[in-house]
């Protein structure tokens, strides 16, 4: 990840707030109202200390030289040394028009590499509806942990989520297959 990857991030980030208003069933999580362009400098700012400090690991796809997608893994814990400090929360973005082409699966296959080094447990939360990205999480080893109803609000309609989680200590761990 680097800041050069900012404009065009918070342009597929600001897409998907269009998909969403055009009635899209995007499988993301959103603010109710679209950031402002300083409210997402400033994330990013946070974001990228956390990377530096080691808290995130933060992975983007570029085709033709654009940033087209990102890929994090945010420590639970809010530092290294607390108690959830070892489990990792994932986060995946790919820009509509890119999707469906391997983009999701590179990026997921990069960032569970670099988070073997510093978390024992991934977990995300996926919409129950998004059974394509349930079905990527599957092949590289995330299992259905739990099911939150009505976790998401938006407008009058809920949507329901699954957790799934990757235990990276463990043998057998599939993610770390090229084969995918």
């Known amino acids: 990840m ?15 707030y269009d998909e969403r208003d055009r009635g899209e069933e995007i499988g993301i999580g959103l603010l109710a109202e679209r950031p402002s362009p300083a409210d997402e400098v400033g994330w990013m700012a946070r974001s990228y200390r956390r990377m ?32 959830t400090a070892h489990v990792g ?8 028009g890119h999707r469906g082409h391997g983009i999701g699966s590179a990026l997921l296959a990069h960032a569970l590499d670099a988070a073997r080094a510093k978390f024992g447990i991934v977990r995300l939360d996926v919409f129950s509806t998004n059974t394509r990205a349930k079905q990527l999480y599957e092949r ?35 993610s770390a297959r090229r084969d995918l």
């Open 140 to 174: 590289f080893g995330f299992v259905l942990s739990g099911h939150v109803p009505r976790l998401i609000k938006r407008g009058n309609r809920y949507f329901d989520a699954d957790q799934m989680v990757l235990e990276l200590d463990r043998p057998g761990d599939v």
């Open 89 to 96: 929360t994932l986060g995946i973005l790919v820009r509509r």
């Open 52 to 83: 530096l400090d080691g808290d995130l690991i933060w992975s983007a796809a570029e085709v033709d030289g654009r940033a087209v997608g990102s890929c994090t893994i945010d420590r639970l814990g809010a530092t290294a040394s607390s108690e």
């Open 2 to 16: 680097r800041w050069s990857d900012f404009d065009d991030l918070v342009e597929t980030y600001y897409a998907l």
